[in-house]
């Protein structure tokens, strides 16, 4: 009788299709709530493992007088552009990063400014290397190079100010999931932004400060609840999938951080005080994390940040968070299953889809924290 090759058996809390379920396509929201705090709010207590149903603009109950809230302030540009070939074949960049490093001026190229930037073409026939995609009379560019993983290295060509020529022929990075005819809306301009995004660079939205508004944020303030910014530019390997079936063997991808001096002495202070640390969102949790020193303490930081988080990692910082419903196989779905235990996250889900919350980017909210009044942090 054959016997079972035991170094083949992952076990379950690193085999990714533990990490799979069930959701009904209807339940992808293709549409933002018609009020950012008018999202619905799943409450877990990451101790009974108790679920609670709510709304976000009660979010502020679950918060105490001393608590810190801690948000991503990065901005998402338009990075989505539609230009065409010299041989008039259509041709969509999805840039990956904001092009405001290496800014050069081109003697050669009638004066104009040039920039490079990593990319995702999408065209009928691939471009070839030194083919020029047109945006704009003044603003196109140049194929450099083929890198790994379907990237390409463009230079981009233009006259006037990036910021605008972004503003005007750019379409915001809307998630895969979100499948609309006509794409993206002047809707999503607003939407698919937080009200404190300060610093362009992301290529996708930190979701769960979506459901903040600036009058929630007066009373959480009034409160006696303080905030601080990290900045983490979210890049489009948030939304790469895990090929692997062993999930610790996933290669995650990095991003760049900055963990202000303000925040780390605001952080560390409010730890000490015994008030809570809030994490608003995983990108929130992986900057916190990156730059807590093994004795738990945040330090000022900033750099790229490749930590990957999932089931046995040791939270330094992070123990409560708000954040949304994560796809299904996710290194995402990984964190938040390390931070509360995925027989915990999975009874939630399954709790969610029964319940009809609308799940990912401008899906629903859930809150994961000791729920036990009066209890200091560690």
Sequence with gaps: MHKPDLKLVIPSEYNVDSYHYHLPRERIAQQPADERDASRLLALDCVSGGLRDSVFSDVMDFFSAGDLLVVNNTKVFPARIFG?????????????????????????????????????????KQPKVGQKIFFAENFYAEVLDFLNNGMVRLALFFTGDMDRLFDEYGHMPLPPYIKRVKGDKRLDRERYQTVFASEKGAVAAPTAGLHFTPELLNRLEEKGVERVSVTLHVGYGTFAPVRVQDIRQHDIHSEFLSVPEETAEKVNIVRQNGGKIWAVGTTTVRALEFAATDDGCVLPKQGWCNLYIYPGYRFKIVKNLITNFHLPGSSLLFMVSALVGRENIFNAYNHAVAHNYRFFSYGDAMIISDFRRGKKEG
């Design 84 to 124: 065409r070939k010299e041989s008039g074949g259509r041709v969509e960049l999805l840039a990956l990063e904001y092009p405001q490093a290496r800014l050069q001026r081109n003697e050669d190229a009638d004066h104009m400014d040039q920039v490079e930037v990593v990319g995702l073409l999408k065209s009928s």
